[in-house]
């Protein structure tokens, strides 16, 4: 799968297109300091907040880079332009199961089922969560 997002995200590298912006910034900072101005320091970067479903975020990106390329070679910008739009999934129906007893299972089996369903926020959620989310849906 990782290869595949590799191959769906390979491009010619032109490094004429990119800019070393980070390089610039320190430039004026230094600049700033000559000049006798206070530099004010940045805001530390925000701490991950839970766990990420990594195997999830990979089929995702590989769904995102396969979209435009659906004829397998790429697609010019002028091509994807005069591309039909695309008719919305057909909605699926939703049988209703017998309801499963969640209560026996681990936390670890329920984020499983979770993660299966798509219920949205499971990585925040407690065991007693991970229940009534499954039990709704």
């Given amino acids: 799968m990782a290869e595949q997002l590799i ?6 590298w ?6 070393d912006t980070f390089q610039e910034k320190v430039a004026a900072l230094i600049e700033a300091k000559k000049a006798g101005e206070t530099v004010e320091k940045a805001e530390p970067a925000a701490e991950p907040t839970g766990a990420v479903d990594l195997m999830e975020a990979l089929r995702a990106s590989v769904e995102r880079a396969r979209g435009p390329k659906s004829t397998g070679g790429k697609a010019s910008s002028a091509t994807a332009r005069k591309a039909a739009p695309k008719k919305p999934p057909a909605k699926k129906r939703v049988r209703s199961a017998p309801k499963e007893d969640l209560s026996g299972l681990s936390k670890a089996d329920l984020y499983k089922k979770a993660a299966a369903a798509h219920v949205s926020g499971r990585s925040h959620m407690t065991r ?10």
């Fill in 7 to 12: 191959e769906a995200l390979a491009m010619k």
């Fill in 14 to 19: 032109d490094p004429e297109q990119y800019l």
């Fill in 128 to 137: 007693d969560d991970l229940v009534k989310a499954l039990s709704a849906a």
